[in-house]
């Protein structure tokens, strides 16, 4: 990865140089991958984190570096069909070992990673909920040490080809003064 960075900062243009440098976040999960981006990246974009993630990150990256977690947001107030869709979500993740072993290290068990992930699990990564509820968790990302959280807003549907729910995103956008 260091070769990487270093080849990236390199790198030949092609089009016109733009006339201040690119930042470069890398997709950082445990430490000795945000330790490396502390030192040869402008920042990080954690996926599949909480906010207890972003407080160990910032820790690790120190000020002065972006620090950008996602953030999967579900408006659904009902438990089990919040969690179901949750699960869904989840289901391609769970397998993968970076994302398992992101999660060991956030305190969850084998047991909490097994049948589609535990109530704890689930309600960690995804925030579900009405609106309060989700800005909650939002903030709590804020609170921990991030310089921007990006919201994924998890489609309600079977299927996560469906599009993304826009009322949602309509609820949690910034407002602008006129």
């Not at 945000?34 to 993630?53: F, Q, S």
């Not at 699960?87 to 589609?116: K, Q």
């Not at 921007?148 to 729910?165: F, K, L, N, T, Y």
Request: net charge neutral.
């Amino acid at each position: 990865m260091r070769a990487y960075l270093t080849g990236m900062g390199a790198a030949m243009y092609i089009a016109p140089r733009p006339t201040e440098k690119p930042p470069t976040l890398v997709a950082a999960l445990g430490p000795r991958m945000l330790a490396l981006a502390a030192e040869m990246a402008d920042g990080v974009h954690p996926y599949n984190v909480t906010p207890a993630h972003t407080a160990r990150a910032r820790e690790i990256l120190g000020p002065g570096k972006l620090l950008c977690p996602e953030q999967m947001v579900l408006l659904e107030t009902d438990p089990a069909t919040a969690r179901a869709i949750a699960r869904n979500v989840l289901s391609v993740y769970l397998p993968r070992p970076n994302y398992a072993n992101n999660f060991r290290r956030l305190g969850f068990t084998d047991t909490d990673l097994a049948g589609g992930g535990s109530d704890r699990l689930v309600d960690a990564i995804v925030a579900w909920g009405d609106e309060a509820a989700i800005r909650r968790r939002i903030q709590e990302h804020w609170d921990a040490g991030a310089d921007h959280v990006c919201i994924q807003a998890i489609p309600r549907g079977e299927s996560m080809q469906a599009p993304p729910d826009e009322r949602l995103l309509a609820l949690l956008a910034p407002t602008t003064g006129s």
